[in-house]
């Protein structure tokens, strides 16, 4: 059984940075891709930035240029850095894996975490 554990969320001023960090235990497969999703109130699950076990990475176009995913296959982790974050980046945040691809589509994601809030304000 595969388990995912966010962490690193909080609240943060607008401009700012935080690192959030998915923990596994267990391991999806050998090839398994890794997503990060947001949920804000009243909206619908949307996708925020993948990547793959060779390391190519997806991003949302809202978060390009500003959010960096990665991951280290060897401590089970994988990571999103979150700078220049805005008012908008407000959400639940939940780290996903499964399948190979890294789509954007949530179906594609076997295995999800319990998700940490982000909270960006002045």
């Known amino acids: 059984q595969v388990q995912l554990v966010e962490s690193g969320g909080g609240w943060v001023q607008p401009g700012g940075s935080l690192r959030l960090s998915c923990a596994a235990s267990g391991r999806p497969s050998d090839s398994y891709a890794a997503g990060w999703f947001r949920q804000a109130p009243g909206k619908e699950r949307e996708f925020v930035a993948s990547?793959?076990?060779?390391?190519?990475?997806t991003y949302a176009d809202s978060v390009k240029g500003r959010f960096t995913i990665s991951r280290n296959d060897v401590q089970k982790m994988v990571y999103l850095q979150m700078d220049s974050l805005k008012p908008e980046d407000t959400a639940v945040y939940y780290c996903a894996a499964g399948g190979v691809t890294g789509t954007p589509n949530p179906r594609d994601y076997d295995y999800w975490g319990q998700g940490t809030q982000v909270t960006v304000s002045s």
């Open positions: 990547i793959r076990w060779t390391g190519e990475s």
